[in-house]
Nanobody
Framework: QVQVVESGGGLVQAGGSLRVSCAAS????????MGWFRQAPGKEREFVAA????????SYVDSVKGRFTISRDNAKNMVYLQMNSLKPEDTAVYYC????????????????WGQGTQVTVSS
């Protein structure tokens, strides 16, 4: 069992930056792939970024490539999502999740989810 807790959301103007964090605890969280997903009102939850268990592989949805960076610090059991050049369409609740070691893009491959943190980008 792994617990994940997100933090760092907030309100930012378009073009600004924000970093959201995810603290993992429980049974060997460093052995899991970690992902960030987001859900905007009235929309389905969508994949944003993922990192493999050892950090050697990352993946991103096309809409955030070049703007967002996912990273992890296994010594601290932390995962981060650095978001730059934010756009109003990035507004959503951002969820951190732990799952398959390779870090996939699919919701079904993640078994442990946080409660989410709100990110709002104003125009």
């Amino acid at each position: 069992q792994v617990q994940v807790v997100e933090s760092g959301g907030g309100l930012v103007q378009a073009g600004g930056s924000l970093r959201v964090s995810c603290a993992a605890s429980g049974r060997t969280p460093s052995g899991y792939g970690m992902g960030w997903f987001r859900q905007a009102p009235g929309k389905e939850r969508e994949f944003v970024a993922a990192v493999s268990w050892n950090g050697d592989r990352t993946s991103y949805v096309d809409s955030v490539k070049g703007r967002f960076t996912i990273s992890r610090d296994n010594a601290k059991n932390m995962v981060y999502l650095q978001m730059n050049s934010l756009k109003p369409e990035d507004t959503a609740v951002y969820y951190c999740a732990a799952g398959q070691a390779g870090g996939t893009t699919l919701v079904r491959d993640y078994w442990y989810w946080g409660q989410g943190t709100q990110v709002t980008v104003s125009s």
